[in-house]
T-cell receptor, first 115, second 109 residues
Framework: NAGVMQNPRHLVRRRGQEARLRCSPMKGHSHVYWYRQLPEEGLKFMVYLQKENIIDESGMPKERFSAEFPKEGPSILRIQQVVRGDSAAYFC?????????????FGDGTRLSIL | KNEVEQSPQNLTAQEGEFITINCSYSVGISALHWLQQHPGGGIVSLFMLSSGKKKHGRLIATINIQEKHSSLHITASHPRDSAVYICAASGGGADGLTFGKGTHLIIQP
């Protein structure tokens, strides 16, 4: 029973390029959360999605960042025109049901480095 | 907006010592989560609790809802327990988790 799968594990991009981070939730989970961990800082909530819907994107930067969770396939976090400040670890978590008292299962993260 | 505070920020102890990490939060929550992160590694969920106490192996988590405080204890600590321990709150007006800054724990042999 596979856990939350994130890929790639490491991603290197040059300034101005696009970064696409993928997250496949645990089997049977339809709720996905994205979090960002900046160097030497704590984790911060970015966005919460259910299948085909963005429920809460209050933690997403207003520009260049977008997320989707299509009916088929993984959730995608997309960063356009990356800048050095986007270098961070991006974690995805999934849960099986809605509700703020549900356990979240985390992936191993994608470490994004911007040259 | 919920604020989650952890202490201590760093903790070094000898193998076998009893470890306590504290977490406090500012508003009512649905649940309190304790997570473990090894350097360069992923995040593992250790506990989710909304009341009382939970135990798993050498790890014990407690929460006091009235005082908005939780503790994570490690008994008979071992070098493999060395990691960052993070508390996180769910609820409190937010859909995602609100995290503390983490406690860097080093257990020396």
């Amino acid at each position: 029973n596979a856990g939350v799968m994130q890929n790639p594990r490491h991603l290197v991009r040059r300034r101005g390029q696009e970064a696409r981070l993928r997250c496949s939730p645990m089997k049977g989970h339809s709720h996905v959360y994205w979090y960002r961990q900046l160097p030497e800082e704590g984790l911060k909530f970015m966005v919460y999605l259910q299948k085909e819907n963005i429920i809460d994107e209050s933690g997403m930067p207003k520009e260049r960042f977008s997320a989707e969770f299509p009916k088929e396939g993984p959730s995608i976090l997309r960063i356009q025109q990356v800048v050095r400040g986007d270098s961070a670890a991006y974690f995805c978590a999934s849960s099986s049901r809605t509700g703020r008292d549900q356990p979240q299962h985390f992936g191993d993260g994608t470490r994004l480095s911007i040259l | 907006k919920n604020e989650v505070e952890q202490s201590p920020q760093n903790l070094t102890a000898q193998e076998g010592e009893f470890i306590t990490i504290n977490c406090s939060y500012s508003v009512g929550i649905s649940a309190l989560h304790w997570l473990q992160q090894h350097p360069g590694g992923g995040i593992v969920s250790l506990f989710m609790l909304s009341s009382g106490k939970k135990k798993h192996g050498r790890l014990i988590a407690t929460i006091n809802i009235q005082e908005k405080h939780s503790s994570l204890h490690i008994t008979a600590s071992h070098p493999r327990d060395s990691a960052v321990y993070i508390c996180a709150a769910s609820g409190g007006g937010a859909d995602g988790l609100t995290f503390g800054k983490g406690t860097h724990l080093i257990i020396q042999p």
